[in-house]
């Protein structure tokens, strides 16, 4: 049995989907709240609802008792993949707690939980491209020294990183961290880039454009990072400590004002640009460097934006028709 946190999230429902398609059995795991609206984690955890191997639970990872009852009632759960997080760069500025409380607090829980469970074989959980912060040195390689963050969103998730690495070693714990570079696509989060600008273009409203649109992303498809994350599920670390780091990125950046220039011709509406400069919190670039991922997990990004767009635009129509 795999338990998925977030399971009612963009990736993590995705992931639960892709893995109840190759048999397995799923426990998700979510605690809706309502960072964003509660009615698009609803509809992505109907599609799973139906699946025999599917099952769920209404929790917060940062409550301790709740999620170590957990390890009683599903002692055959085997893997975790801990995706439930609080995300966004911005709004860690304005409600920092929320960001200590699930992403730190509910790391730690997460890890005591797999200290529980007496048939775990590997801890994977999420990071982000955000913990590179402001390094200039491209594209942004493991190794690389990630002790700048840029805002209080990537020091949490950096912290996520330091955690894992210290329970791989005192515990023995199997665990990967899996860096995210922008995910975007189907069933995307409203408070994201593309689902925003969509959201506007489509209104015939203005875009809030920053740093005058010299910004450059790794938009990375869902498709990739959920075949990403499965084949680091399927590989634990078996290194002293066993713990790792991948990027999961498309190992191509592209500047923004590209990227709202297929989602213009995908929607075929032109934009009207508001120019703003760059954000607190935010960087001027994201690239991925992937060879590890390649070498290790034979990861292997195939979707550009140009595919990727128009599905993304596919599904937002249908989605905001209902």
């Known amino acids: 049995m795999i338990l998925v946190t977030g399971a009612a999230g963009f990736i993590g429902s995705a992931v639960s989907e892709a893995l109840l398609a190759r048999g397995e059995t799923v426990l998700g795991v979510d605690n ?3 960072y964003y609206d509660v009615a698009l984690k609803d509809a992505r955890l109907a599609r799973l609802a139906d699946k025999p191997d599917f099952s769920f639970r209404k929790l917060d990872i940062a409550d301790r008792d709740a999620m170590l ?17 609080q995300a ?5 500025l304005v409600n920092p707690y929320a960001y200590v ?14 200290r529980a469970l007496p048939a775990l074989k590997h801890f994977v959980y999420a990071s982000s491209s955000s913990v590179y912060g402001a390094n200039e040195k491209t594209p942004f390689a493991v190794g690389d020294a990630v002790d700048r963050p840029s805002s209080l969103y990537a020091a949490t998730k950096r912290t996520d990183e330091l955690f894992g690495y210290a329970y791989a070693h005192l515990y023995g714990i199997p665990s ?51 075949n990403g994350v499965v084949r680091a599920l399927d590989r634990p670390p078996t290194a002293t400590p066993p713990h790792a780091l991948y990027n999961l990125g498309n190992h191509k950046p592209e500047k923004l004002t590209d990227f709202i220039a297929e989602l213009e011709k995908a929607l075929g509406r032109k934009a009207v640009m508001d ?13 991925a460097d992937i060879e590890i991922s390649r070498d290790v997990l034979g990861y292997e990004p195939t979707t550009p934006i140009s595919t990727g767009i128009p ?9 905001n028709e209902h």
């Open 311 to 319: 599905k993304f635009i596919d599904w937002f129509r249908g989605y």
């Open 101 to 114: 409380q699930s992403n730190v607090m509910g790391q730690v829980v997460m890890l005591e939980l797999a």
């Open 275 to 287: 120019m703003h400069p760059m954000q607190p919190g935010d960087v001027l670039q994201t690239y």
């Open 32 to 34: 809706l709240n309502d």
């Open 176 to 226: 990967t961290g899996l860096r995210f570079f922008t995910v975007y696509g189907p069933w995307g989060r409203p408070d994201m880039a593309p689902f925003i600008f969509a959201r506007a273009v489509s209104a015939g409203e203005p875009i809030k454009v920053f740093n005058y649109g010299e910004m450059w992303r790794d938009f990375t498809y869902i498709d990739d990072i959920v």
């Open 69 to 85: 009852a957990l390890a009683l009632e599903f002692p055959a759960i085997d893997r975790i993949v801990h995706l439930a997080a």
């Open 88 to 92: 966004g760069v911005r709004y860690s």
